[in-house]
């Protein structure tokens, strides 16, 4: 599980980096107007770590990394990771009057602090046309989590049909056989796209690099992202633009020095086509149909539109996943992705459990 999670670094993240932020207006309003400012409703609580989004037909999916379990397992700079089955993908979706939400998968591996923070898990989800996609962490055995089923899932690209997570192609495998940036071999699957023809791309964030996998399920190395500004890429999150050009966040940098770039790759190739740069951690992506991407910046707690050279943000506290309705133009993002339902303790006091905003007006 690399150690509570592969994207918590050395950041010197505490409580004050995010202390006050919280919703403009919370509820259960499916729309309104917002009168020219944004305004958040929180349509999910009580979530595991919830990190990537995907909306598809009026759904919208969001992979919880879960709270880890109670075998502990290391001792390292971050401290013991606990272990256990507590990840997940829930799907939320509008009904009856109300947000609601339910698991349409469990009981997958998940590695988390001792008190439910950090975790890593089941950390991507894509959904298209019905059909849902997620990627799961992995941890070498020598890190001492067990090797029975589900744990097999580790690594792995998973197909989530009628509440089971079936094994569709082994990401880390890639990794430990080409190691295609060639800094160490390790491996992170954190984010999946489905891609229109078939194929899904996944982001291997230990390994810096993209992996295409085929239709019938076959994994190969697409795209190795190099080091810059003294840092390795680390990609966490993926977005199809309207261009049909991949973008691809990574979460180089800090927050006090924003060099984390947004990668625009060739789909077909997987070529580096460009980059648009100065942003802090990357944790999430999402364009709307007017072709403004929104940024989801973990450590720096906030969410940036890029509408050509202009740039807004708006505060959220450790954002992670971004998604967009493309019918209405609402953007969703994962907010105290870092913190389990009960919440994470930052040295100062617990924060709010994991949530899911819906924006209005932004």
Not at 20 to 35: K, N, W
Not at 40 to 55: E, F
Not at 68 to 84: A, Q, R
Not at 142 to 161: M, Q
Request: proline content about 7%; glycine content about 14%; charged content about 20%.
């Amino acid at each position: 599980m690399r150690k509570r999670t592969a994207l918590v670094i050395a950041t010197g993240v505490t409580l004050t980096a995010t202390a006050g932020i919280a919703p403009a207006s919370a509820g259960a309003g499916h729309d309104g107007r917002t009168g020219g400012k944004p305004v958040v409703r929180v349509i999910a609580t009580g979530l595991d770590n919830p990190r990537q989004l995907s909306y598809d037909h009026g759904n919208l999916y969001v992979a919880e990394a879960g709270r880890g379990g109670k075998k502990c397992i290391g001792e390292g700079p971050e401290g013991e990771t606990c272990v256990g089955l507590t990840s997940a993908v829930t799907k939320i979706y509008w009904a009856g009057g109300a947000w609601r939400h339910y698991r349409v998968v469990q009981g997958l591996p998940s590695g988390a602090a001792p008190d439910g923070g950090f975790a890593t898990g089941v950390d991507g989800v894509s959904a298209l046309h019905g059909k849902v996609w997620a990627v799961e962490t992995f941890a070498p055995p020598e890190a001492g989590v067990p090797t029975t089923p589900p744990w097999n899932k580790l690594g792995k690209l998973l197909k989530i049909t009628h509440g089971k997570a079936k094994t569709a192609a082994d990401i880390t495998a890639v990794e430990l056989k080409y190691n295609p940036h060639k800094a160490s071999v390790e491996s992170n699957p954190y984010a999946v796209l489905a891609l229109p023809d078939g194929r899904k791309i996944v982001a291997d964030a230990a390994g810096n690099d993209l992996i295409e996998v085929s239709r019938s399920g076959k994994a190969r190395p697409f795209t190795v992202f190099p080091d810059h500004d003294k840092n390795q890429s680390v990609p966490t999150s993926l977005a199809l633009g309207p261009d049909g050009k991949l973008y691809v966040g990574e979460l180089n940098g800090e927050t006090e020095k924003p060099t984390a770039r947004v990668w625009r790759v060739d789909p077909w190739t997987g070529k580096i086509l460009g980059w648009k740069s100065g942003f802090g951690s990357i944790s999430g992506l999402a364009f709307n149909t007017k072709g403004d991407l929104y940024v989801s910046q973990l450590f720096a707690g906030k969410v940036t539109k890029v509408s050509g050279a202009k740039r807004t943000s708006m505060k959220v506290p450790f954002p992670a996943g971004v998604a967009v309705d493309p019918y209405d133009g609402k953007v969703y993002v994962s907010a105290w992705s870092v913190a389990d339902r009960d919440g994470t303790d930052l040295g100062q006091g617990k924060t709010p459990g994991g949530q899911v905003w819906k924006i209005l007006g932004f």
